[in-house]
Nanobody
Framework: QVHLVESGGGLVQPGGSLRLSCAAS????????MAWFRQAPGKEREFVAA???????YYEASFMGRFTISRDNAKNSVYLQMNSLKPEDTAVYYC???????????????WGQGTQVTVSS
């Protein structure tokens, strides 16, 4: 069992940056692929980025260059650095843990409660 808690969301102006954090419980954190998804109002949940247990990272193409995922296995944490934020990045951002490095949400077994990111002037 893995319990995930996100933090770091908030209100930011367009062009600004935020760093989301996700703290995980459980001694097997390093064995999981960790990923970030987001869901905007009225839209389906979409994949943002994943960090595999082997250190590899995988991004949805539209986020490459602006968002960076990283993980610290010693701290049981995964992060999402978001730069050059746009109003369309407004969404609830979810941390997830699973066994495969994929953008398909059905392969992720554990989910956090989400953190709201609002990009607005």
């Amino acid at each position: 069992q893995v319990h995930l808690v996100e933090s770091g969301g908030g209100l930011v102006q367009p062009g600004g940056s935020l760093r989301l954090s996700c703290a995980a419980s459980g001694r097997t954190f390093a064995h999981y692929t960790m990923a970030w998804f987001r869901q905007a109002p009225g839209k389906e949940r979409e994949f943002v980025a994943a960090a595999g247990s082997n250190g590899g990272v995988y991004y949805e193409a539209s986020f490459m260059g602006r968002f960076t995922i990283s993980r610290d296995n010693a701290k049981n944490s995964v992060y999402l650095q978001m730069n050059s934020l746009k109003p369309e990045d407004t969404a609830v951002y979810y941390c997830s843990a699973g066994g495969s490095t994929t953008g398909d949400s059905k392969y992720y077994d554990y989910w956090g409660q989400g953190t709201q990111v609002t990009v607005s002037s």
